[in-house]
Each structure stands twice: as structure tokens, then as C-alpha cells.
């Protein structure tokens, strides 16, 4: 398990975007996230990734962005 504030503190994503992963095996074949990435996507968690990144998954229909 991932501890969010935790996390906050070790990671910076530069242009973050925050997105949700709408096609869980895809994201797993992709090697983007492993078996614990799979289940945190099934759970519904939203992900910040870099915009660029986020953008190509989103164009892909892999994942849509999360508005604040």
C-alpha cells in the first residue's frame, strides 16, 4: 500500500495531470503499472502522471482526465 503523504514527499511529477485509468488491462500491458497497479486502477484511484504521458494514454482511450 502506498502511503499518500508519504509519497507527496519523495515524488514530483513535472506538468502534472491527474487522470483515471478507464481500461485497466490495457494499462497493464502497456508495463506502465504491474499486478498492484492493475488492482488500484479496478479500486477506481485516480493517478497524476506527466502531461505528456497522460496525454498519450488519454488520446489512446486508455484513460480520461480527472477535473479537480
Keep these: 500500500m502506498v502511503v499518500p503523504g508519504e509519497l507527496s514527499k519523495y515524488?514530483?511529477?513535472p506538468r502534472p495531470v491527474r487522470i483515471k485509468i478507464i481500461d485497466?488491462?490495457?494499462i497493464f500491458l502497456?508495463?506502465?503499472l504491474g499486478e498492484s497497479g492493475r488492482k488500484l486502477v479496478k479500486a477506481?484511484?485516480?493517478f497524476i502522471f506527466e502531461k505528456k504521458l497522460a496525454?498519450?494514454?488519454i488520446s489512446k482511450g486508455i484513460a480520461?482526465?480527472?477535473k479537480q
Excluded: M, N
Aim: proline letters at 6%; a negative charge; glycine letters at 12%.
Design 24 to 26: 485497466p488491462e490495457a
Design 44 to 46: 477506481g484511484l485516480t
Design 64 to 66: 480520461e482526465e480527472v
Design 55 to 57: 496525454l498519450k494514454l
Design 11 to 13: 515524488a514530483f511529477v
Design 30 to 32: 502497456l508495463g506502465i
